[in-house]
């Protein structure tokens, strides 16, 4: 079985076009939310919150957030939410298929 799941993504890339600075961004933001996962997920603290990845696309740094975070933890969406507009950085969202298995976390 599989699920629809929601992503926002924030791009290493303002919205002029020029890359963001430090090169290590994405890892920093997805490593102050690795807190937030769901209830039973495991995990310790060198690793990501399922919800909040860093991933390169199309060779430029990315983070992807899974939209689920929003009811979660509404005040951590609203903090990757203002971190990329705090620092005008590009942003998209697509829907992606995951399986019962890893849908849940």
């Known amino acids: 079985m599989t699920q629809q799941v929601e992503q926002f993504i924030i ?10 600075r430090p090169s290590d961004w994405a890892e920093r933001l997805a490593g102050v939310m690795s807190q937030f996962r769901p209830q039973g997920s495991p995990g310790g603290p060198l690793s990501y919150s399922p919800y909040v990845v860093p991933v390169n696309i199309d060779g430029v740094r990315c983070v992807v957030v899974d939209t689920r975070l929003r009811e979660l933890e509404p005040l951590a969406w609203r903090f990757v939410c203002g971190f990329a507009a705090d620092n005008d950085l590009q942003t998209s969202q ?12």
């Open 94 to 105: 697509r829907v992606v298929e995951k399986s019962a298995a890893t849908a849940s976390s």
């Open 11 to 20: 791009h290493g890339l303002t919205n002029s076009g020029r890359k963001f």
